[in-house]
């Protein structure tokens, strides 16, 4: 029997132009972008389709952003009849996953998440911190590592477990540096700087996590519909209160990605269709399991190709 997930990506994904395609080939799809102009009261839709790509990567313009156009294919996706069984996203991701679940409504989503963007920002002001991917090392040799840099005053710490041999570290920019370099003499094969504009899931975002809890009590937060998988702990949720604690976690904790598709695989899930720019997340579902179903969707020839596939699912 088949088993959905839709998953959706988190930053570092953002690209000009991206859902611009699916945007203009149909009404319902373009109504998200001038929803998301309305909410935050700025033209998110000419910055989606114009750039400039490092105006885009900034942490408050790249959440929402990448929320809208997730949300638009995963809305394109259920008019089509493709309704998922479970949510999760990777990070603000999640924030997405939970507009799909009927947790937050979309114009909630966005503003939420352009606000925790602006928190964000206000913790560790862009180009104050930085996260990189590291691969092939243990988790407990890049612990070591970066545990020792943090003692030596320059902070630094494992942010989001990803797939088996790729680790992403968050911190001070001179934290991950030193950090990089120290893990590629400890055997790591690559250190590769992410497209970011902060230290993200790490100790320097629990101010922002603080402003984060207090606007999250001004947001009407329903329980899940479909179920979700929360980042810290792998978990499958559906109770409103329980997904804002973890949302307030989240910001400060390690995205647990590793986790979160092995909990979907354990649920049955056996097909997991992307949403959004990109095959991030795709690559990574299937380095941990290689049997899984992976389709990723970012643009009308992707969507139509999944569309035609559902058909053939039982």
Request: contains cysteine.
């Amino acid at each position: 029997m088949t088993k959905v997930a839709f998953i959706f990506p988190g930053q570092g994904s953002q690209a000009v132009g991206m859902g611009t395609e699916l945007a203009a080939t149909y009404a319902d799809s373009k109504q998200f972008f001038k929803q998301a102009d309305e909410v935050l009261g700025f033209q998110l839709s000419q910055l989606l389709t114009e750039g400039p790509q490092a105006e885009l990567t900034l942490t408050y313009n790249a959440q929402p952003a990448l929320l809208t156009v997730g949300s638009m294919i995963a809305a394109r996706l259920v008019e089509a009849g493709i309704t998922p069984d479970y949510t999760a996203g990777h990070s603000l991701g999640e924030y997405t996953a939970l507009v799909a679940s009927g947790v937050l409504t979309f114009a909630d989503g966005v503003s939420i998440v352009h606000q925790r963007g602006l928190f964000m920002n206000e913790a560790v002001p862009a180009g104050e911190g930085a996260m990189a991917a590291i691969l092939g090392l243990d988790g407990d040799k890049l612990k070591a590592v970066t545990d020792a840099i943090t003692a030596e005053g320059f902070a630094v710490q494992p942010a989001n477990l990803n797939c088996p041999g790729q680790i992403v570290i968050s911190g001070t920019k001179a934290g991950v540096e030193k950090a990089c370099v120290a893990l590629k003499e400890a055997g790591a094969k690559r250190a590769i700087p992410l497209d970011v504009s902060g230290p993200f899931h790490s100790s320097l975002m629990e101010p922002a996590a603080q402003k984060l809890r207090a606007a999250l009590d001004e947001v009407t937060m329903s329980d899940a519909t479909i179920p979700v998988i929360a980042n810290v702990n792998a978990s499958v949720v559906t109770h409103s209160n329980d997904i804002k604690g973890f949302l307030v976690e989240q910001l400060y904790s390690p995205v647990l990605w590793e986790d979160s598709v092995r909990t979907l695989l354990e649920q049955g899930v056996t097909h997991f269709i992307e949403c959004g720019p990109g095959k991030v997340l795709s690559g990574l579902v299937k380095k941990i399991d290689r049997s899984a179903t992976v389709l990723p969707v970012y643009d009308e020839e992707t969507l139509q190709a999944v569309i035609e596939a559902s058909k053939g699912w039982s």
